[in-house]
């Protein structure tokens, strides 16, 4: 069964600290992984979107690793910022002609205090 | 980049109305776009996929009767939920699909925040 597993499920850390969220798959055959940043009552904003020969990538202080082999994926946020407070959604695409072939994780919460 | 919109972005109406989200691609062409709905603290659930100039295909559970897709150019689709009842509450988001990148990415709209009373 394909699906895509998030952890934590929420999380507070304080402002300028570094956090890791996880993502493990089970999604078959493997397209590509992405993060998504969805702030509360909006559409979620693309991050990172790697391939399977691609093991890291970056957006500024976003980091995204990709272990194809464990089918495990992190998101590593540095320095964090009040405004990093949002959903974090781990999506996983199958390799699939014609429909809609994403798998959505449950995503993470994270909540940035001052 | 490629930028997705919705219309409205929130609505409040009372049940047994119907109502119609738009869903556009403001600078890409997009022939196939999905709809999705979030209820709170869960994550988007696929309802439908939206191509451009045919029958839209729904996901196993999701009534075409009630949620009505029309994709009628390559820049517009539009949801109508019909009869709408208070456990239709919740939030709709639609993506489009930008051929022209590598991946197919899709890239979502802010979504609108559907209240029926």
């Known amino acids: 069964k394909n699906q895509v597993e998030q952890s934590p499920q929420s999380l507070i850390i304080l402002e300028g600290k570094n956090c890791t969220l996880q993502c493990n798959y089970t999604v078959s055959p493997f397209s590509n992984l992405r993060w998504y940043k969805q702030d509360t009552g909006r559409g979620p904003v693309s991050l990172t979107i790697?391939?399977?020969?691609?093991n890291t990538k970056s957006n500024g202080r976003y980091t995204a690793t990709l272990d194809a082999d464990t089918k495990q994926s992190s998101l590593h946020i540095t320095a964090s910022q009040l405004s990093d407070s949002a959903s974090y959604i781990c999506?996983?695409?199958?390799?699939?002609?014609?429909?809609?072939?994403?798998?959505f994780g449950t995503g993470t919460r994270l909540t940035v205090i001052p | 980049g490629a930028v997705v919109s919705q219309h409205p972005s929130w609505v409040i109406c009372k049940s047994g109305t119907s109502v119609k989200i738009e869903c556009r691609s403001l600078d890409f062409q997009a022939t196939t776009m999905f709809w999705y709905r979030q209820f709170p603290k869960q994550s988007l659930m696929l309802m439908a996929t939206?191509?451009?100039?045919?029958?839209?295909?729904?996901e196993q559970g999701v009534e075409k009767d009630k949620f009505l897709i029309n994709h009628a150019s390559l820049t517009l689709s539009t949801l109508t939920v019909t009869s709408a009842h208070p456990e239709d509450s919740s939030f709709y988001i639609c993506?489009?699909?930008?051929?022209?990148?590598?991946?197919?990415?899709?890239?979502f709209g802010p979504g609108t925040r559907l209240t029926v009373l």
């Open positions: 939206s191509n451009e100039g045919s029958k839209a295909t729904y």
């Open positions: 790697m391939t399977f020969s691609e």
């Open positions: 999506v996983v695409s199958a390799k699939r002609a014609g429909a809609n072939n994403l798998f």
């Open positions: 993506s489009a699909v930008f051929l022209a990148t590598s991946y197919n990415e899709q890239f």
